[in-house]
T-cell receptor, first 114, second 111 residues
Framework: GAGVSQSPSNKVTEKGKDVELRCDPISGHTALYWYRQSLGQGLEFLIYFQGNSAPDKSGLPSDRFSAERTGGSVSTLTIQRTQQEDSAVYLC????????????FGDGTRLSIL | KNEVEQSPQNLTAQEGEFITINCSYSVGISALHWLQQHPGGGIVSLFMLSSGKKKHGRLIATINIQEKHSSLHITASHPRDSAVYICAARNYGGSQGNLIFGKGTKLSVKP
């Protein structure tokens, strides 16, 4: 079946521009996660959505970052006024609800800020 | 000091060897994940455990809560096991998405 789909797969933009990254989770998955992997750095948590509950935004690095999840399905991560340090691979994952469900990862969006 | 430490950072093995990758953490956790990141970048969740041991095929994951340590073992290693293996801890009391990641162990298995 279809996995987690992310778009675009690559995005190059100029410093100061806004970008939107999209994540289409696996159908039926109520939990959705955004992570980021910077060159030479490990993965870091950004934000977590679970059903209709308030999202855990504690990993967002600044107020330039925001995310929403419409209708409990598709999610968009928005970065405003991009900076060069925002360059990274942004990964989305989804899972069924419940603490013991494995996460299924998308292939990521590689974001490059010039 | 990172809250989640992995060792070794890099590991080269011959096909057939038994592999062990270690993960130590300094925070109280409710679960620990092992992930595999392929050379092309795709990530697969291997295990999530909070106690004891889990096995899937040639992969075995163990965790010792008292010692704050987990290991990932690969038996009869194969070149297709070459990947980066990442452990991630879920902070006790944190949301299930709020993971603290280790920096990964890059494994290369030679034929």
């Amino acid at each position: 079946g279809a996995g987690v789909s992310q778009s675009p797969s690559n995005k190059v933009t100029e410093k100061g521009k806004d970008v939107e990254l999209r994540c289409d989770p696996i159908s039926g998955h109520t939990a959705l996660y955004w992570y980021r992997q910077s060159l030479g750095q490990g993965l870091e948590f950004l934000i977590y959505f679970q059903g209709n509950s308030a999202p855990d935004k504690s990993g967002l690095p600044s107020d330039r970052f925001s995310a929403e999840r419409t209708g409990g399905s598709v999610s968009t991560l928005t970065i405003q006024r991009t900076q060069q340090e925002d360059s990274a691979v942004y990964l989305c994952a989804s899972s069924y609800g419940g603490a013991n469900q494995p996460q299924h990862f998308g292939d990521g969006t590689r974001l490059s800020i010039l | 000091k990172n809250e989640v430490e992995q060792s070794p950072q890099n590991l080269t093995a011959q096909e057939g060897e038994f592999i062990t990758i270690n993960c130590s953490y300094s925070v109280g956790i409710s679960a620990l994940h092992w992930l595999q990141q392929h050379p092309g970048g795709g990530i697969v969740s291997l295990f999530m455990l909070s106690s004891g041991k889990k096995k899937h095929g040639r992969l075995i994951a163990t965790i010792n809560i008292q010692e704050k340590h987990s290991s990932l073992h690969i038996t009869a290693s194969h070149p297709r096991d070459s990947a980066v293996y990442i452990c991630a801890a879920r902070n006790y009391g944190g949301s299930q998405g709020n993971l603290i990641f280790g920096k990964g162990t890059k494994l290369s298995v030679k034929p």
